[in-house]
C-alpha cells in the first residue's frame, strides 16, 4: 500500500465504504483468479518500442519516464506491469531523444509511468528542455495523478519548468470521484492553469468507487470548478486482482448516458475501453433512457 497523508485526509474517518479508501485500500477478492483478467491486459508488452517508449498510436509516443507513482492504485492496469524492465533509464535518456528526433510521424510525446511528476524538478526541466529542441514535436502531454493525490508537489519549480517548454502543455489528471478534490488540490490545478497548462482528467469507472449518476455529476461539476475539463471516462482493463471494481459495459452506457442528459456536452467525458492492437480507444456510445429519449421529441 502507498496513499499520501493529505489524500487520507480526505477519507470519512470510519467509514470502510469510503470512495477513496476503496481506491487504495487491498481488498480480499483481490487474490481471486478470474478468468480474462491478466498480467498484461492493454498490450504494452508489445507496444514497447524500446529506451522507455511505447507507441500505440499514430502521433503520439508515450515515454516511460519513472515506474514510482505517489500513490498505488488498486484497479491500476499497470499494477503487474514490469516497470523496472521497461522504464526509461537516464543512460538511455538519449537513445529515446534520437528515435523521438528521427520519428518526424510524432507530434506528441507524453510523459507517464508510473508517475512522471514523481521526477525531481531538474530532471524534469532537462527533459523538457531536450524535447524543446525537437523540431516536429507540436504538443507535450503529462498524465499525472500528484495534483491530485499530493497538491504540495506542484510547487514553484514545477511551474517554471512548464513555462520553460517550447511546446504548449496538456497535463491530464486522474480523479475518479469529487471528495478527491479539496481546497489544496483545486489552489494546486489553479497554479496549473495559471501557467497555461490545458487540464483534463481522466477516471475509471470503478464499482463501489464512482459507479453512480450522482457521483458521476458531481465529479464533472467539481472538476469543472477546478478548471478541469473531463476527458475519458475509461472502462477497467482487465488486469488480475482488479475484477471486482468491473462495471458491466451495459450498465456503463446507461450511466454515461444519464449524465450526458443532465450536464453541458463540455462536460460529459467520453466512455472508453482500450482494447490491444485497436488503433485509438474505443469509443462507447451512451445508451439515452426512453425518458431522454421522450424529452428529446418534446423538445423538437
Ligand atoms: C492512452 C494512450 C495514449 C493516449 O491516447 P489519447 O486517445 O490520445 O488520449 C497514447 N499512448 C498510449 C500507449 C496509450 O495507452
Ligand atoms: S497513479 Fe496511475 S499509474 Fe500510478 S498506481 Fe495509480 S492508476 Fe496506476
Redesign the pocket.
Known sequence: MRVPASYIGRMRPGDPDDPLLRQVMPAPEESKNVEGYTDDP?G?SA?VRGAGI????EG???LMVTGACAVHCRYCFRRNFPYAEHALKSRDLDKALHLLNEDQSIK?V?L?GGDPLTLTNTRLADLIAKLSTIPHLRRV?I?TRLPIVLPRRIDTGLVDCLDSSRQPVVI?VHANHANEIDTEVRAALAKLADHSALLLN?AVLLRGVNDSVSALVELCESLFEARVLP??LHQLDPVKGAAHFQVEDSRARRLIGEVAGRLPGYLVPRL?R?QAGAP??LWLTPTLHNSALHNMTHVT
Open positions: 492493454v504494452d507496444s511505447l507507441q500505440k498510436y503520439r509516443a508515450l506528441e507524453i507517464s502531454r498524465h491530464v481522466q476527458y475519458y472508453v482500450e485509438t480507444k
